[in-house]
RNA sequence: GGUGACGUGACCGAGUGGCUAGGUAGAGGUCUGCAAAACCUCCUACGGCGGUUCGAAUCCGCCCGUCACCUCCA
């Protein structure tokens, strides 16, 4: 069975075809770093980290690009001075770059904690400034932009004649114009107001600022992805992504760019959304108190959560429900997500031991078959425009067939090891490989030694010279001596 | 006002015109020195009102309610 994708382009679910097969070519919207990524940061990541991990699973090359974006963005239209890299600088004492390296360094971190693989390539959208300037010129030169006043503006009404402008967010410039009305003041710059900032005039006080054939300046907000994913993906490339909120304006704008620029072609052939995360049924926001950080989310209670979550906690959780299904944070759900989540990897543990005990006959045919049918299941699902709660519900079928197995000696003979151990194997593959889950250690090393003193210093007492040997060998076997003092029984790290 | 999504059992959350979602929680049982795990059984469902249909929680209409986007936002 084939993968389909749902298309936010078309509305509807169909066979994934890459551009040039098998190559295929994804591009995420990425973090603007000018602050803590937040709880809802995590989900576009995690959806697409998936979205990768399978499409390799399935054989594909792929080429994973996630930008940086590290040009502020005006916090308004009106707004010429403050930009928020810029604000988070001021604030912070620092050089805009120093904001942006300190908030990129703690992004990537945050996303390695949540298993998601880097991506191929990460641009930053200051290293870009020339394409961006090149794209700006095609495009004024294909007449869907006008210079004024040191900044250049898209013309939305004029592009709209000749390619629909709003197709992705099924929005019309008519109805546009209808609701934006009391917000034409101010913007005498713009010849509509639907037009937006390929560059701005950088105001004096403006600290980021490129040369460009209009002055001094830096690009506009929409253009540095149609540009990074046209110099590294190609002007058709494959997959698009980013969380809903984005859909408009920033993607419709780009691709009213790239089609206004060059190419005639809608920049992505599949556009993908991910919904949108509420904590206690509520978007997260400052003021109602149920913002929480990924920093704050892991460490210990938040923003109405009452205690810390893993981030493999909070990985499972969010793959729990369906990427376009808006999903609510709370206690209750996290929780649910923190014990499916350990019975899922103890399910890995319970493998191994399978394995050795995997008989070597080739069994029953209908009960290896059988078993297989169970363990095809979840890429089954996968296939399905990447149906990760349905995954997970099989992974739970295959695991819970698994530990009949592993109590029934007689139904493992019957099933056989071969079928065995290609259902392990698809069960170990989908959980940590395509769905990217891996074990959360959590015992504690240093009160495990302890315990194991314990029992050593209690036999010495016994006289229990057999088990005293024991112990002694097997702690060893770790790198760690005992060492009998008259204080007590003591342990270093061996020196051997 | 425009665009889009949604309302499923105690909680989270899939799915479907008739056939078990799954996880968590709860009840009983098997196993067990005790416990845990595991397994088995059970429990509470599809917002309301109409319509289409042999049959709708699933399609259509209306109503009620919730959310998101339309300004930066994942």
């Given at each position: 069975m084939p993968l389909s994708l749902y298309n936010t382009l078309t509305r509807a679910k169909a066979p994934f075809q890459p551009v040039r097969p098998p190559v295929v070519g994804v591009y995420l919207c990425g973090p603007t770093v000018y602050s803590e990524a937040h709880l809802g940061n995590a989900r576009g990541p995690v959806v697409f980290d998936v979205l990768t991990r399978y499409l390799r699973h399935l054989g594909h090359p792929v080429r994973y690009v996630r930008n940086i974006t590290d040009v502020g963005h005006l916090e308004s239209d009106a707004d010429t001075g403050e930009d928020k890299l810029e604000k988070a600088a001021r604030a912070q004492r620092l050089e805009p770059m120093q904001v942006a390296q300190h908030y990129a360094n703690r992004y990537r971190a945050h996303m390695a904690q949540l298993g998601c693989l880097p991506p191929d390539i990460e641009p930053q959208a200051s290293g870009h400034i020339t394409e961006q300037i090149g794209m700006i010129e095609e495009i004024v030169q294909n007449?869907?932009?006008?210079?004024?006043?040191?900044?250049?503006?898209?013309?939305?009404?004029?592009?709209?004649?000749?390619?629909?402008?709003?197709?992705?967010?099924?929005?019309?410039?008519?109805?546009?114009?209808?609701?934006?009305?009391?917000?034409?003041?101010?913007?005498?710059?713009?010849?509509?107001?639907?037009?937006?900032?390929?560059?701005?005039?950088?105001?004096?006080?403006?600290?980021?600022?490129?040369?460009?054939?209009?002055?001094?300046?830096?690009?506009?907000?929409?253009?540095?992805?149609?540009?990074?994913?046209?110099?590294?993906?190609?002007?058709?490339?494959?997959?698009?992504?980013?969380?809903?909120?984005?859909?408009f304006p920033h993607h419709e704008c780009e691709i009213a760019q790239s089609?206004?620029?060059?190419?005639?072609?809608?920049?992505?052939?599949?556009?993908?959304?991910?919904?949108?995360?509420?904590?206690?049924?509520?978007?997260?926001?400052?003021?109602?108190?149920?913002?929480?950080?990924?920093?704050?989310?892991?460490?210990?209670?938040?923003g109405g959560l009452s205690q810390a979550y893993?981030?493999?906690?909070?990985?499972?959780?969010?793959?729990?429900?369906?990427?376009?299904?808006?999903?609510?944070?709370?206690?209750?759900?996290?929780?649910?997500?923190?014990?499916?989540?350990?019975?899922?990897?103890?399910?890995?543990?319970?493998?191994?031991?399978l394995a050795?005990?995997?008989?070597?006959?080739?069994?029953?045919?209908?009960?290896?078959?059988?078993?297989?049918?169970?363990?095809?299941?979840?890429?089954?699902?996968?296939?399905?425009?990447?149906?990760?709660?349905?995954?997970?519900?099989?992974?739970f079928d295959l695991l819970k067939r698994f530990n009949t197995l592993a109590a029934a000696p007689a139904a493992l003979a019957e099933a056989g090891g071969e079928a065995l151990g290609a259902a392990a194997a698809a069960y170990r593959t989908v959980v940590t490989d395509v769905l990217g889950l891996r074990d959360e250690p959590r015992a504690n090393a240093e009160e495990l030694l302890a315990l194991a003193l314990s029992f050593y210093a209690e036999a010495k007492a016994d006289k229990a010279?057999?088990?005293?040997?024991?112990?002694?060998?097997?702690?060893?076997?770790?790198?760690i001596v005992i060492k009998d003092t008259k204080a007590g029984v003591e342990w270093a790290y061996s020196e051997e």
């Open positions: 007449g869907f932009a006008y210079e004024a006043n040191g900044s250049v503006y898209f013309d939305v009404p004029r592009y709209d004649e000749h390619h629909r402008y709003g197709r992705l967010s099924n929005r019309s410039v008519a109805d546009q114009l209808a609701g934006t009305r009391e917000a034409l003041a101010g913007q005498d710059e713009k010849r509509s107001p639907q037009d937006f900032a390929l560059w701005k005039r950088a105001a004096p006080e403006h600290i980021m600022r490129w040369p460009s054939p209009w002055g001094e300046g830096f690009p506009g907000w929409h253009l540095e992805c149609s540009a990074m994913s046209r110099k590294y993906l190609g002007a058709e490339f494959d997959i698009h992504g980013g969380g809903l909120d984005l859909m089609q206004g620029s060059h190419s005639h072609t809608d920049e992505a052939r599949v556009w993908m959304h991910n919904n949108m995360i509420t904590v206690n049924g509520a978007k997260m926001s400052k003021s109602v108190g149920n913002f929480i950080t990924l920093t704050d989310l892991f460490a210990g209670p938040a893993s981030p493999m906690v909070v990985r499972f959780f969010l793959l729990q429900a369906h990427y376009r299904s808006p999903v609510d944070a709370s206690d209750d759900a996290l929780q649910a997500a923190r014990k499916g989540y350990r019975k899922l990897m103890n399910g890995l543990r319970l493998l191994d031991k050795a005990g995997a008989p070597a006959a080739p069994g029953r045919p209908e009960a290896a078959a059988e078993l297989r049918a169970l363990a095809a299941k979840p890429a089954e699902f996968l296939d399905d425009d990447l149906n990760t709660p349905r995954a997970l519900a099989a992974l010279y057999a088990k005293v040997d024991v112990i002694r060998a097997a702690l060893k076997d770790q790198g």
